[in-house]
T-cell receptor, first 113, second 113 residues
Framework: AQTVTQSQPEMSVQEAETVTLSCTYD???????LFWYKQPPSRQMILVIR??????QNATENRFSVNFQKAAKSFSLKISDSQLGDAAMYFC??????????FGKGTRLHILP | EAGVVQSPRYKIIEKKQPVAFWCNPI?????LYWYLQNLGQGPELLIR????????DSQLPKDRFSAERLKGVDSTLKIQPAELGDSAVYLC???????????FGEGSRLTVL
């Protein structure tokens, strides 16, 4: 069975600094998708970034980028120039094809002014 | 474009009472998900629909939970009778036929007393 592990329950970063959130996953599949979702307090979950496993190039969305290490089954999220609005729960997620998405337990990110 | 709409946002009931949650997905999205999110945890899938067909309901506690998506559009999740442990946020999400992104509603927060 596929699993997604986020080993950092909470992290803090100074505003304008860079932070990296870790995620590892377990799968025997070769073709799948990985996601990072953001859930601000009392607000809906939104997609931050997506990575297709067949793509070697790491995905980037403005200040957000990933470090995808397929062999190591690692998928970390880097947030550059952290802003107060980045404070949220961040969930790493895995999906194979049209199957369900499996989420990790999340990392709560605090931004220190 | 309207997002995923859920109601009610908040519901407080006493144990053994019934409760129902409603979800209207993004127009044209064939895939609909109900997720359960406990406090401080990642979402866990309860049921997934492809149009009106429930294609994955293996995690739905069928003794007390039921769901329907009769016309392949909006969906209802019901709990009868509710137990104390059902207190959580119930998330609805939808996905279009193309691409892998899930769009989430704001969730329905249930408190069972």
């Amino acid at each position: 069975a596929q699993t997604v592990t986020q080993s950092q329950p909470e992290m803090s970063v100074q505003e304008a600094e860079t932070v990296t959130l870790s995620c590892t996953y377990d799968t025997s599949e070769s073709d799948y998708y990985l996601f990072w979702y953001k859930q601000p307090p009392s607000r809906q979950m939104i997609l931050v970034i997506r990575q297709e496993a067949y793509k070697q190039q790491n995905a980037t969305e403005n200040r957000f980028s990933v470090n995808f290490q397929k062999a190591a089954k690692s998928f970390s999220l880097k947030i550059s120039d952290s802003q107060l609005g980045d404070a949220a729960m961040y969930f790493c997620a895995y999906r194979r094809g049209h199957d369900k998405i499996i989420f990790g337990k999340g990392t709560r990110l605090h931004i220190l002014p | 474009e309207a997002g995923v709409v859920q109601s009610p946002r908040y519901k407080i009931i006493e144990k053994k009472q019934p409760v129902a949650f409603w979800c209207n997905p993004i127009s044209g999205h064939n895939t609909l998900y109900w997720y359960l999110q406990n406090l401080g945890q990642g979402p866990e899938l309860l049921i997934r629909y492809e149009n009106e067909e429930a294609v994955d309901d293996s995690q739905l506690p069928k003794d007390r939970f039921s769901a329907e998506r009769l016309k392949g559009v909006d969906s209802t999740l019901k709990i009868q009778p509710a137990e104390l442990g059902d207190s959580a946020v119930y998330l609805c999400a939808s996905r279009g036929a193309r691409g892998g992104e899930l769009f989430f509603g704001e969730g329905s927060r249930l408190t069972v007393l």
